[in-house]
């Protein structure tokens, strides 16, 4: 039987849907007992990976899995339901883009802050849509320009978007262009109703958010790769509530700022943890403004629960 090559395009724990070189696709099963790439993956597979198949029934085009093919990067969260497993939400993406709402519902600078670190700790790149500018009042509109000065001067591109009313979408479309793109947010931020404006043909489903706990309803329940032009896939994912850190370990938090690592070598003390250490020079970024108070803040709430996993 000839091997071949695909990609993963969705993932349910039991089949995973392949797409051959040629964009044929197939129902898969992992043949046997796979060697995982960790026992402490709630998805030995995730949408994304590049895998090795043989066909297993071509009229039901089915096929089975013989090999999972190293990962260039990924990103992956704690398990909502076991903090001691990691979920892979995607893998081996070029960019990610971050889907923020400043209201209905409203994304936290935390979150933010905690997908970024992640995304920086494999360098993939991120760019933050801040999407509903048209339900947004002026205070609404004040305060999200207030965020995208703060992320653009760290480095991240930030782009105000109306998956509704159609606004910049022309911009989405030249961003996404050529890649393959993870777009991750809160639920009910607009996922999916974005990508059915950039291709009508995905007719993917989208709920309204609740009005009384003024959040997303989880409509999205598996993340799914699609084709949208031609070389340009874009990756739907379910909204993530709280976005937990795992595997930080090996390497220092203030790392992942990029506004911080340049401050790397400029404190006193070498492996200044910035936190209470004298002469520090984020913390006097910090005084005169250089350094958003949101994003410290988020450094030292990761550096507390890292704590406390120790
Ligand atoms: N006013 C306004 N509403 C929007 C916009 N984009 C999406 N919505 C609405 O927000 C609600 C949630 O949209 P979805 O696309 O289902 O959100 P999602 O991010 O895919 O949510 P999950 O699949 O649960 O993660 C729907 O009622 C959309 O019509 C927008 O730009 N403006
Ligand atoms: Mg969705
Ligand atoms: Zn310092």
Redesign the pocket.
Known sequence: MTEQQGIIVRSTGSWYDVRDQQGNYYKGRLRGKHKLHSEKETNPVAVGDFVSFVMENPDKKTVLITAILPRENYIIRKSPRNTAFKHVIAANIDQAALMVTVALPRTSTGFIDRFLVSAESFRIPVVIFFNKVDILDQGALDYQQELMNIYQKVGYSCLAISALSGYNLQKVREILQGRKTLVAGH?GTG???LLNALCPDLH???LPVSEFAQKGVH??TFAEMYEIAPETFVI?T??IKEFGLYDMENEPISHYFPEMRTCFGLCHYYNCTHVHEPDCEVIRRVQTGQIAMSRYLSYLSMLENEDNRR
Request: glycine residues 8%; without cysteine; hydrophobic residues 10%.
């Open positions: 639920s996922k999916s109703t993917l489903r989208t409509t999205t739907d379910p909204g």
